[in-house]
């Protein structure tokens, strides 16, 4: 008797790990867990070191389930969170973030803008550290690992990277203060940012370190607004009084030609240096069968 053994996935399993479906399921399942987030951090608002623990937590089932959906679904094996490498790629990302942030108040407050009038004491940094680990581990499991890798396996990376940025910004609509030019900004700056981020280094640990020390420079140090978000305040106080173009207005900084300018180049700089190496991936009809 002769046995055929056939390499081909299940027809259902093939439409289950298409990136349309990809971006409905996975998608879905981490938007769930972010509401939860904000639920969380809402209902432990006093108590900082609770809604931490509970961010962590959930944070890590975040990334269970991404893992778990590309294991058992996909039935692939996950380099973009492969652990040898992380720390130094996590580590980078966290510099990086905070100091792009810490350039453009410096600039603001060479200008005379951003005036410091003291120091708050060091537990009023605790509470951004939930907020910033929310939106660095799940926006970019949602917008880079989902959005992004599913575009670009059929589209290839330079519409995902346009793509995605659109998309990623446009979300900021929804927050308390967002304006339509505070999502565009973000779109350019921070989509085209943690992109290439990925792009680059074909993992998510450096785009994760940019996003979260981005958000936690901006509040837990500089108390500005995330985002068109409530303001709160962290370990300066300080008073700001300049054009919008320059502060970014009731969205935050993100908004400010200033972000425009330092994210921006730096994403560029990511984006010729992931060229330069071959990591930009063709759409499907242009790839070699």
């Not at 492969?82 to 350039?103: D, N, S």
């Not at 967002?178 to 779109?187: K, N, P, R, S």
Request: hydrophobic share 50%; with cysteine; proline share 5%.
């Amino acid at each position: 008797m002769t046995s055929h053994r056939f390499d081909q996935p299940h027809p259902a399993r093939r439409i289950a790990g298409s990136p349309p479906v990809r971006i409905a399921a996975l998608g879905f399942l981490l938007l769930v867990m972010m509401s939860l987030n904000a639920d969380v951090m809402t209902s432990y608002a006093e108590d900082p070191i609770k809604s931490i623990q509970h961010v962590v937590a959930l944070a890590i089932a975040g990334i269970a389930v991404y893992c778990g959906y590309a294991q058992f679904v996909e039935k692939r094996a996950l380099p973009e969170l492969a652990l040898p490498g992380m720390g130094r790629e996590l580590g980078v990302g966290l510099l990086v973030g905070a100091g792009l942030y810490a350039v453009c108040e410096l600039v603001l407050m060479g200008l005379g803008i951003y005036r410091v009038e003291g120091l708050n004491p060091l537990s009023y940094m605790l509470p951004a550290i939930a907020m910033a680990l929310s939106s660095g581990v799940f926006e970019e499991l949602l917008f880079r690992g989902v959005l992004f890798r599913s575009i670009e396996t059929w589209f290839g990376s330079w519409v995902a990277l346009v793509v995605s940025s659109l998309v990623f910004g446009l979300t900021h609509l929804i927050n308390p203060e967002g304006t339509l030019e505070g999502a565009l900004f973000i779109a350019v700056e921070a989509g085209i940012l943690l992109a290439a981020a990925y792009m680059l280094t074909r993992r998510l640990w450096l785009s994760i370190g940019f996003h979260v020390a981005w958000n936690y420079t901006q509040s837990a140090v500089f108390s500005g607004i995330v985002s068109g978000n409530e303001p709160s305040q962290g370990l300066v106080r300080s008073t700001v009084r300049g054009p919008d173009y320059l502060t970014g207005g009731s969205f935050g900084v993100e908004s400010s030609v200033l972000a425009l300018l330092f994210c921006t180049s730096a994403g560029i700089v990511m984006l010729v240096m992931a060229v330069r190496r071959g990591r930009i991936v063709p759409p499907v009809w242009k790839r070699p069968r």
